[in-house]
């Protein structure tokens, strides 16, 4: 059974910094490009960053310079380091197996001074 969970959430002021990780299980990770996207207020979710088996990543424009996506196949673990954030950047973020229908519970990233 496919599992996807993402601590690492909380509150950050502008310009500050936070890591997001997200353990998988249940489907063999090291074969399949992950993504995080998130979900604003009122908003559509929408892909924020993309780390394919090779390791070559793709960013949403307005988090290029900022995020930087990675993984860790011995772990079954991406990540998301999120530098300069901003208050637009608050959303829930998710992870995603590229081709799994699978949503986790999303953690909750706030940006506020």
């Known amino acids: 059974q496919v599992h996807l969970v993402e601590p690492g959430g909380g509150l950050v002021q502008p310009g500050g910094s936070l890591r997001l990780s997200c353990a998988a299980s249940g489907f063999p990770f090291s074969v399949y490009t992950m993504s995080w996207y998130r979900q604003a207020p009122g908003k559509e979710r929408e892909l924020v960053a993309r780390v394919s088996t090779g390791e070559n990543t793709n960013y949403e424009d307005s988090v290029k310079g900022r995020f930087t996506i990675s993984r860790d196949n011995a772990k079954n673990t991406v990540y998301l380091q999120m530098n300069s954030l901003k208050p637009e950047d608050t959303a829930v973020y998710y992870c995603?197996?590229?081709?799994?229908?699978?949503w986790g519970q999303g953690t909750q990233v706030t940006v506020s001074s």
């Open positions: 995603r197996a590229a081709g799994i229908e699978y």
